[in-house]
């Protein structure tokens, strides 16, 4: 069970990155970076602020729907991937 709760901000980066790849192959927070910047907001318009990797790790972290599948070294990249089902 995580502790945190997910703000309207991050749940909005959550949405770029599940809408503009997927998921549920493992990605680093650099490509997710890249991506929820490339995605935008659904109207069309880009963010004015992009999460950094280690807020979007700690984001990743709190969210109940995304592991770390690997990690590179003792201290190396994480990559994440998403587990929890679609919403449909």
Request: include cysteine; charged fraction near 30%.
């Amino acid at each position: 069970m995580k502790m945190f709760r997910i703000t309207k901000t991050e749940a909005n980066w959550i949405s770029a990155l599940e809408r503009g790849t997927d998921t549920t192959e493992a990605f680093s927070c650099r490509e997710g970076i890249e991506v929820i910047r490339i995605t935008g907001k659904k109207n069309g318009l880009p963010f004015l602020y992009v999460p950094n990797v280690a807020k979007l790790s700690f984001i990743l972290r709190k969210h109940e729907d995304y592991v770390v599948e690997y990690q590179a070294g003792t201290h190396g990249r994480k990559y994440w991937v998403n587990i929890g089902g679609e919403e449909e």
